[in-house]
């Protein structure tokens, strides 16, 4: 972000009370800022009680050993028995879990709790008939329906850690993910409905099986089905198992067990500085009371009322905390829905909303962006005036979309919670309170009760008010990642290493104080991109570029975009052999990228260069390519080791060639 934007940013001054009705009936108020202060393990170990334990912990923490945490060291309990059972048992079974909407209009299911119970327990009786124990690791390549929440559950039921990969990822980054954690099944679909049309999944599992095994050895055992379009599918009877067959046809009853708080819950792959995806890794007690806090706090949910509905894919970490864990270990009643926002028309979201009555609603700023371009009469539309509580997540929300949202999807009345946080940190760590804090335009405030953050300099200094700097996790915390999967070292280094002396968690995150101390995160400060909300690697397209024949070096950037936050710009350096590369050159590259990677991210824009810029210890200078790509001015180019290479660059991009 430039300095003007920010300074621009820092003088919004519009303000919006919390609603009286809202701040009188609060779940959480004032008071559990201080008492959290004062004795954090007491408050971590109230937090902790809303979950249905079989044996209490001795310990609320360990931190003898830094950064390796324990929480609620000795206690035990399941997850998906505190996500679905225990809400049967305490009379709710009839109480409506999920209300799934299909894309094709029409095709829709509401699933009690009751339901949801017989469905985990079918699929936890077939994977264990599968050959899965606890332990052992399951890979999800799912579309948006209710048997990828199901099979969630049922891998924590048998303490089987999970490890979803977003459905819009290519079979490459599903190989090199099942490799990874050397997943022994993978549940998928057919394929899912996409924009109108059936899209295929189960092909990419073929592909990323074969692959997995050429490449590393690994073999994948099983791969169950669900029948989900009906499209045709390649079929190996020794590997391949229908879901209506195995699943649907399995008992309703199954025991479930008590884990180790500290048993792994799941793995999930973010992107790194490094090409190579990191896997986060959650563990089952301290996870799971740190995403029924926040999802009961920061939406303020009342689960006998509420209507609750997350945007999120379930192959993001915010599909697993506030679409699986949270609203389900609260007991909330939630739309769950497979398609895009604008299918088959452009307000089939708030369509959803006003026939399911949705209370609170929670979606990511590139999504309220692009509404805004569509214009307010498409909401307008809609009955949307039961909503109560708007929460966003995935990237600073600019004051614009903020008001936008408020006045148009709120009706003026609605708190907007800015919620901050990342998959390391397992859930929200930066919010307001809704029933506390004042609205803010853009800023997502201050640490939630519980939570220690602060921005500090490059040695570790708190920034005074005013002052920008990096953006620190002070104290540990219930969800907080325990490792990264079969690197401790990467874990460390990534995260601890920064800050090492004062035991600080790095987040990778640029932020300011304001003059009233409140928290503005401004974006990463490494090599990460965020394109509507995703968080892509540099590193990992640039190698995608540099796969194919044509391409000698490659050098990618995330360039502001005002519809999707940052968008991805490449430059690439073509092999002599491949002359100009020919008229279909960047086409062809941006298809390659999609190829190796996934959709969301081939580049917005390629651009064909005689030369790179680069220090003399041979860094590219990604900053000046951003100046390019954001058609500034370029910058200072002193330390580059050859400074006629801007021109070059420059030269060759107003030439048009
Ligand atoms: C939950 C999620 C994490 C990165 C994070 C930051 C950005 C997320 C934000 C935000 C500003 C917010 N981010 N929420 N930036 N304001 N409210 O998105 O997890 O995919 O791991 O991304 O997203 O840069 O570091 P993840």
Redesign the pocket.
Known sequence: MSDETLSNLLKEDRRFEPPADLAADANLTEEAYARAASDREAFWAEQAERLDWTQTWDRVLDWTDPPFAKWYVGGRLNAAYNCVDRHVEAGRGDKVAIHWVGEPVDDKRSITYAELQAEVSQAANTLTELGVGAGDRVAIYMPMIPEAVVTMLACARIGAPHTVVFGGFSSDALASRLTDCQAKVVVTADGGYRRGAPSALKPAVDEARAKAADRDGHTVEKVLVVRRTGQEVEWDDAVDVWWHESVAQAPTEHQWEAFDSEHPLYVMY?SGTTGKPKGILHTTGGYLTGCAYTHWAVFDLKPETDVYWCTADIG???GHSYIVYGPLANGATQVLYEGTPDSPEKGRWWQIIEEYGVTIFYTAPTAIRSFMKQGREIPDARDLSTLRVLG??????NPEAYVWYREVVGGGRTPVV???????TGSIMISPLPGVTHGKPGS?MIPIPGISADVVTEEGQSVPNGSGGYLVLTEPWPSMLRTIWGDDQRFKDTYWSRYAQQGWYF???GAKKDDDGDLW?L??VDDVM?VS???LSTTEIESALVSHPKVAEAAVVGAQDPDTGQAVCAFVILRDEAGDGGDDIVEELRNHVRKEIGAIAKPRQIMVVPELPKTRSGKIMRRLLRDVAEHREVGDVTTLADSTVMDLISGKLTSGK
Request: aromatic fraction near 10%; charged fraction near 20%.
């Open positions: 973010t993001w970490v915010t966003s997540v995935g990237e600073p929300i800015d919620t901050w946080w990342q998959t390391e997502a987040a990778g995150d995160v974006g990463r965020n909300g995703h968080r």
